[in-house]
């Protein structure tokens, strides 16, 4: 079993709606959590960073953390077709280790 | 400054040949990463250094590989005796002081072994 399960995309949704992007974890030495998106050809860029649990909102986007269920979501409102992108979880302990990404599609 | 930056972008090489994938970190930052991802799949970690030491190697996968960071700033990827299933994106990342401090990613060198 991977430390980090990601849900598979992709996933396909038009614009304006909200999108819902999942991870569980096993270790529960994992303390911070974090979200990266990665546009095609291009590095992760980090969107969200969290370290507990409950709701952390940053524009549209809200990053969300259940540390008893293990389990993390990241939130997208009002979804643009620039948002099409892929959406890595990661969560660190002594290094950080990703979630194999959720390709998110917003069509127009 | 700039962000992280990586060269060559593309690298294709012979089965069985050396290459060096390099690295320049954000000014300032202590902290450097490498990271391999395979098409499809989140990326894996490598190696990080803090200053000029390799802090955490035991993502490498075999004696293949090694990296060196030898005055804290720019970091060389080196690949000895290239296999095809090294075929990858290798991506460097730093951190102004690692442990859980966020990482910026470098757009990557796409490896191809033919």
């Known amino acids: 079993q991977k430390e980090v399960e990601q849900d598979p995309g992709p996933l396909s949704v038009p614009e304006g709606a909200i999108v819902s992007l999942n991870c569980t974890y096993s270790?529960?030495?994992?303390?911070?959590f974090m979200w990266y998106r990665q546009y095609s050809r291009k590095g992760p860029e980090l969107l969200m960073y969290?370290?507990?649990?409950g709701n952390k909102e940053d524009g549209r986007f809200t990053a969300q953390v259940d540390k008893s269920s293990k389990y993390i979501s990241l939130f997208i409102r009002d979804s643009q077709p620039s948002d099409s992108a892929t959406y890595l979880c990661?969560?660190?302990?002594?290094?950080?280790?990703f979630g194999t990404g959720t390709r998110l599609q917003v069509f127009p | 400054g700039a962000g992280v930056s990586q060269t060559p972008s593309n690298k294709v090489t012979e089965k069985g040949k050396y290459v060096e994938l390099r690295c320049d970190p954000i000014?300032?930052?202590?902290?450097l990463y490498w990271y391999r991802q395979s098409l499809g799949q989140g990326p894996e970690f490598l190696i990080y250094?803090?200053?000029?030491?390799?802090?955490?190697d035991s993502g490498l996968p075999n004696d293949r590989f090694f990296a060196v960071r030898p005055e804290g700033s720019v970091s060389t990827l080196k690949i000895q005796r290239t296999e095809r299933g090294d075929s990858a994106v290798y991506l460097c990342?730093?951190?102004?002081?690692?442990?859980?401090?966020?990482?910026?990613f470098g757009n990557g060198t796409r490896l191809t072994v033919t």
């Open positions: 250094f803090q200053g000029t030491g390799a802090a955490d």
């Open positions: 990661a969560m660190f302990t002594d290094k950080l280790i």
């Open positions: 000014s300032g930052h202590t902290a």
């Open positions: 990342a730093s951190s102004q002081g690692g442990g859980s401090s966020p990482l910026h």
């Open positions: 270790n529960s030495a994992f303390q911070y």
């Open positions: 969290t370290y507990s649990s």
